[in-house]
Each structure stands twice: as structure tokens, then as C-alpha cells.
């Protein structure tokens, strides 16, 4: 059954790190506007609140994975997952966000009336099953772009043939008790390094087992250069300084990572190598066969995975499985890994646009055949914008640009008495993929995202501060973009 409820100005989808910063931007830039966010889960916080394995924490740093407009003043600069959800919730609580949620509340499709100049936007209530309809005039999706339900799981040969536990990270189960086990994690991602130096702790063995190597860097967990500018400099003025310092240090890594990856390979390996000493082969098991930052760099916090390696309370396997059997993993090299606990940290699946159905004037929309506006919105798509975050840089500082950037598109239409914004492909663009990116995660479903142009403002830079000037200080009298 459905329920016909209200109608306001802004529907923000998903209550994560992105969807409370875009309520936030609104009640800083726009207060005149309503807006109401549906969340499908019962708690805000998104991924902070759905990971709960052991040792989560961001692999970005908290001056540039915090928000922009709210300063973060732990020491800790790599943060743990409790830390960061605190710290969304916070800002909501600030920002008086939380009387907005709505949770159990899952957007299953949105359609666009060109005479009403609306869209109605279905959702289904968790417990009932009974469906609201909310009419809005625009819709700014922060969703994120993976799979809330699953994470990826590959086919393993025989894995019912194992007396063991099996569990995937992205679902956790609460009482898992691993004290004194033997434990092999399946992965070398940002979950794997993660979770290895956490468990390593309290296991009898643990195995991290990998196909092939990820480049792995030892970022600091605080930052001394913060702890001395405190003493001289008020706190919001630290934040800020440090914030710039990191985003030009990542720009750094990454232009070197396409104009000279021979110099950084050979630089983030050496530092391996001092941290794992002369007798460790780190040719097998952290040096990969690609350039860095052809796939995501992971950082571990003061070497945390290589002390657990030195000290012997973890190992790096590198080889293939074979096949599961009643003890453990049989590998292709003839080795057998016993195991009482096996863990996949094997990754995510994307779905783009939280998997809602959108359709304009009745027609289905498929993603795939729209060009990317700005990094947020889509050729011939009406009222509509998303956050998606950075690949070579932290999440938030793209989320940030794109909220105060719709937030002055809410303004400049109210100011106008606009009540469509559309983007509109002029001219000639060259087609590119939208995530230029070879992770696992990417190339299994890079067919179902929508394409990026060759040229601005189709093209989607992966520059924070090529988008700064463009999106914060840019006009928004593009040519490609039609107001009415």
C-alpha cells in the first residue's frame, strides 16, 4: 500500500559521512529551504555505522576526511571507526540534522513530472513493508556508490567442505570470538591491513593471504606538526593550515604517481623495506606488478602491519587457492593453510545511486548513457545532483565541494524563480569511462556507471584544487547548464 506524505524542497538520500555534510551545507548556505533525508538503515553515520570489524578506521587523514565547516580536534589524525561516527553525529547534532532523518526509510524509485516540475519519490518502510511517496523539488543522492546489503564474495572451490567459520568483513558478527584461534584473512585491500594488525593481537596464528601484493605506506597516526602549531595558534587555524598541507602533499603523491612511478614505486618501497628489514621478501609479497595509484594506496598508521609481521604475530602468504577442505585452504603452490576462522576481506560491490529507479516523463533512466556534469550531475537529467568522493584523495573533500556547490544552485534558482536546472550536452565531448581506476571493485562494474567527456564541465578531475576554484569560486552561468 502506499501513502501519499509531503512534499518539501530538498530530499537528501542516505544519513553517511555524505548525506549529514549536504544538510549541514544547507542549513549554513540555504536555511530557507526544507529538506527531509531517508535513510534505509536504522542509525545514521553510513559506513561507520555499518563496519564493526576489528581495528576500523579511516585510511584517509581526519584534516581532510572531517568536514570542512567543523574542525576535527582529536590528536589522532588516522582515526578510529568510533571516533569518526561520533564526529558525523556531532555535526548533525550541531546542525540540527537529526530531526530531518528519516530511518527504515528505503528510496526504491524517483520519477520526474516535466509539467509539475517535481519528482515523486517512492520509499519503503524497513518493518511494514508499506510505502511513502515524498514530492520534492530536488533530489541530492548521497548514497555513496557500493553495496550496503553485500560485499563482494568470490567462488571458492569446496568452501562447504570447511568445519570453520566463514565471514565476510563488511558483516561482522557481533560476538565472533577469535581469541586464540587460527585465523587466515583473504584480501591485501584497505580491509585486509586493517584488520590484520587489530586481530593479530589476540589470535593463535594469523595468515594474511593475498593473490597479489597492494602498495603499502606507514602514515603517521598523529600529526607532530599540529601538536607544535597548537601551542602557538588557535585550534581552527591548525586545522585549516594542516588541512591544505595534506591536500597538497596527496596531490603531490598522485602527480608523481603519473609523471614519474618509477620514482614513487622505488621510494614506497624502500620505505618497506626499512621497515621490514634485509632478510624480508618484500619483492613477493608488497611489490606489486602496477604503478601506484593505478589502484588505491593503503596506509597503515605508524607501520602497525609491518611491526605485527616483525613480531611474528601475523605472516603475508602470497599464492592462489586451490580449493577449501575440512581444515582450511589448499593453495596452488601445494601449501595447506589450517584455519579455525577464515575472513574475507575481498571488497565491495558497487551500485550506483543506492540501486533507485529513476525515470523522467515515465521513461527509465539508464545511468550508463549520461555524461557526468561537474562530478554531480547528468546530462538531461533535471534536479538532480550526487556525491561521489575522490579516488586518489579523501572522500569528504569532493562531498564538501559538491554540497556548497548545489546549496549556491538552491540560491541562484530561488533568487531567478528557476524551478528546473538541467545540464545539457553542446557541442562535441569524447567519451571516457568515469572512474579511470583498475581496482577489482571498479572494473566488475565500471559497465553500469555513467561517462565522463574529455573536456570541461563533463570532465570529472581528480584535482581537489582544480575543483575549488571551479565549483567554490567558479560562476554558475555555464553554458551547458539551462535554467528555467
Given at each position: 500500500m502506499t501513502n501519499h506524505s509531503e512534499s518539501i524542497d530538498v530530499l537528501i538520500i542516505g544519513a553517511g559521512l555524505s548525506g549529514i555534510g549536504g544538510a549541514c551545507h544547507l542549513r549554513r548556505n540555504s536555511p530557507d529551504r526544507s529538506f527531509m533525508i531517508l535513510e534505509s538503515r536504522e542509525a545514521s553515520?553510513?559506513?561507520?555505522?555499518?563496519?564493526?570489524?576489528?581495528?576500523?578506521?579511516?585510511?584517509?587523514?581526519?584534516?581532510?576526511?572531517?568536514?570542512?565547516?567543523?574542525?576535527?580536534?582529536?590528536?589522532?589524525?588516522?582515526?578510529?571507526g568510533h571516533k569518526i561516527l561520533s564526529y558525523i553525529r556531532e555535526a548533525a547534532a550541531e546542525y540540527d540534522v537529526e530531526q530531518h532523518i528519516r530511518y527504515q526509510h528505503k528510496v526504491v524509485s524517483a520519477s520526474w513530472s516535466s509539467t509539475q516540475s517535481r519528482w515523486l519519490v517512492t520509499a519503503e518502510r524497513g518493518h511494514t513493508g508499506e510505502r511513502v511517496t515524498i514530492s520534492c523539488k530536488f533530489i541530492f543522492s548521497c548514497s555513496g556508490y557500493y553495496d550496503y546489503e553485500q560485499g563482494y564474495t568470490p567462488e571458492f572451490a569446496g568452501i562447504d567442505n570447511f568445519k570453520g567459520q566463514v565471514i565476510h568483513a563488511q558483516h561482522w558478527p557481533e560476538q565472533l570470538d577469535y581469541q586464540g584461534k587460527h585465523v587466515v584473512v583473504i584480501g591485501s585491500g584497505a580491509t585486509a591491513v586493517t584488520l590484520v594488525p587489530a586481530m593479530s593481537q589476540d589470535t593463535a596464528s594469523l595468515v594474511m593471504l593475498q593473490r597479489t601484493p597492494t602498495y603499502i605506506a606507514s602514515v603517521p597516526k598523529e600529526q607532530p606538526l599540529a601538536e607544535t602549531l597548537r601551542k602557538w595558534l588557535p585550534d581552527s587555524w591548525v586545522f585549516r593550515l594542516i588541512r591544505w598541507k595534506q591536500v597538497l602533499f596527496q596531490l603531490y603523491l598522485y602527480q608523481l604517481s603519473r609523471r614519474n612511478p618509477q620514482r614513487l614505486r622505488k621510494y614506497l618501497l624502500g620505505l618497506v623495506r626499512k621497515e621490514m628489514g634485509p632478510d624480508y621478501d618484500v619483492d613477493t609479497h608488497f611489490t606489486p606488478d602496477y604503478n601506484p595509484w593505478d589502484q588505491r594506496l593503503?596506509?597503515?598508521?605508524?607501520?602497525?602491519?609491518?611491526?605485527?609481521?616483525?613480531?611474528?604475530?601475523?605472516?603475508?602468504?602470497?599464492?592462489?587457492?586451490?580449493?577449501?577442505?575440512?581444515?582450511?585452504?589448499?593453495?596452488?603452490?601445494?601449501?595447506?593453510?589450517?584455519?579455525?576462522?577464515?575472513?574475507?576481506?575481498?571488497?565491495?560491490?558497487?551500485?550506483?545511486?543506492?540501486?533507485?529507479?529513476?525515470?523522467?516523463?515515465?521513461?527509465?533512466?539508464?545511468?550508463?548513457?549520461?555524461?557526468?556534469?561537474?562530478?554531480?550531475?547528468?546530462?538531461?537529467?533535471?534536479?538532480?545532483?550526487?556525491?561521489?568522493?575522490?579516488?586518489?584523495?579523501?572522500?569528504?573533500?569532493?562531498?564538501?565541494?559538491?554540497?556548497?556547490?548545489?546549496?549556491?544552485?538552491?540560491?541562484?534558482?530561488?533568487?531567478?524563480?528557476?524551478?528546473?536546472?538541467?545540464?545539457?550536452?553542446?557541442?562535441?565531448?569524447?567519451?571516457?569511462?568515469?572512474?579511470?581506476?583498475?581496482?577489482?571493485?571498479?572494473?566488475?562494474?565500471?559497465?553500469?556507471?555513467?561517462k565522463q567527456g574529455n573536456r570541461l564541465p563533463w570532465k570529472n578531475y581528480q584535482n581537489y584544487i582544480r575543483d575549488f576554484i571551479g565549483l567554490r569560486l567558479g560562476r554558475q552561468n555555464d553554458d551547458e547548464l539551462e535554467f528555467r
Open positions: 553515520g553510513g559506513t561507520w555505522d555499518l563496519f564493526r570489524y576489528p581495528g576500523i578506521r579511516s585510511d584517509s587523514d581526519m584534516y581532510t576526511f572531517g568536514y570542512g565547516f567543523k574542525l576535527w580536534s582529536d590528536k589522532s589524525s588516522i582515526a578510529d593503503c596506509g597503515v598508521p605508524d607501520g602497525d602491519l609491518f611491526a605485527a609481521i616483525r613480531e611474528n604475530r601475523a605472516e603475508v602468504v602470497t599464492d592462489h587457492i586451490d580449493q577449501f577442505n575440512k581444515e582450511g585452504i589448499y593453495l596452488k603452490s601445494g601449501k595447506q593453510l589450517d584455519a579455525d576462522i577464515v575472513v574475507l576481506a575481498t571488497g565491495l560491490n558497487l551500485k550506483f545511486a543506492g540501486g533507485v529507479e529513476y525515470s523522467v516523463d515515465g521513461k527509465v533512466l539508464d545511468f550508463a548513457e549520461h555524461f557526468i556534469f561537474r562530478g554531480m550531475m547528468f546530462s538531461g537529467l533535471p534536479n538532480m545532483a550526487f556525491t561521489v568522493g575522490y579516488t586518489n584523495s579523501s572522500w569528504t573533500l569532493k562531498a564538501d565541494l559538491t554540497s556548497q556547490y548545489v546549496s549556491r544552485l538552491l540560491n541562484k534558482m530561488a533568487r531567478h524563480g528557476y524551478t528546473t536546472v538541467t545540464p545539457r550536452l553542446t557541442g562535441e565531448v569524447e567519451e571516457m569511462p568515469l572512474l579511470d581506476f583498475d581496482a577489482g571493485y571498479v572494473l566488475r562494474s565500471r559497465e553500469s556507471f555513467p
